[in-house]
């Protein structure tokens, strides 16, 4: 088993915090999700849309990520970018195998609203998402596949990944 400080990120987690009576199951639980990810392949697959500010900094998260796992690939989907998004993807050279489509939708940038035109796109472009990951030439290759929005100011939590992997659920 690793020890605490071989998986603690720069997340604010103390923004999500663990009640005290909790703390000790998540650690473990974590910890245990990190030997899982150690044993298995994962696919992890983002969605994006002009994110050039965040992307380069969420890409190197998700390099880190896909690090924890015996072998990883990515699968990102971008649509309708007016920045620079686009073309830091296909620039991007990750260790593990990349898919980048990027695409003309047409989708109206809606921001962070809730609207039922915006849950709409956002299925649709999650389903475009889900059928690049499908139709690649995966086979039974992955254990897992992680879906990422890849344009988030914060990032992720590698903590809550890995104690999601610990639990026997698709999560």
């Not at 890409?59 to 989907?77: K, N, P, T, Y």
Request: charge should be negative; hydrophobic fraction near 35%.
């Amino acid at each position: 088993m690793r020890s605490l400080k071989w998986w603690t990120s720069q997340f604010p987690e103390s923004l999500y915090p663990v009640s005290p009576e909790n703390q000790r199951d998540y650690i473990e639980r974590t910890l245990i999700g990190f030997d899982i990810a150690s044993n298995s392949s994962v696919i992890i697959a983002g969605l994006v849309r002009d994110a050039e500010k965040t992307l380069p900094y969420n890409l190197s998260r998700i390099e880190r990520l896909g690090a924890f796992f015996l072998d990883c690939q990515f699968c990102v989907f971008e649509n309708d970018s007016v920045d620079s998004t686009a073309d830091i993807l296909f620039n991007w050279n990750p260790d593990g195998e990349k898919r980048v489509l990027s695409q003309k939708l047409g989708f109206l940038k809606h921001g962070s609203v809730r609207t039922e035109q915006r849950v709409s796109d956002m299925a649709k472009a999650r389903t475009r998402l889900q059928t690049m990951v499908s139709e690649a030439d995966y086979g039974n290759w992955s254990n897992y596949v992680i879906l990422l929005d890849l344009d988030l100011d914060g990032g992720f939590s590698y903590e809550g990944i890995m104690n999601s992997l610990s639990y026997d659920f698709d999560a």
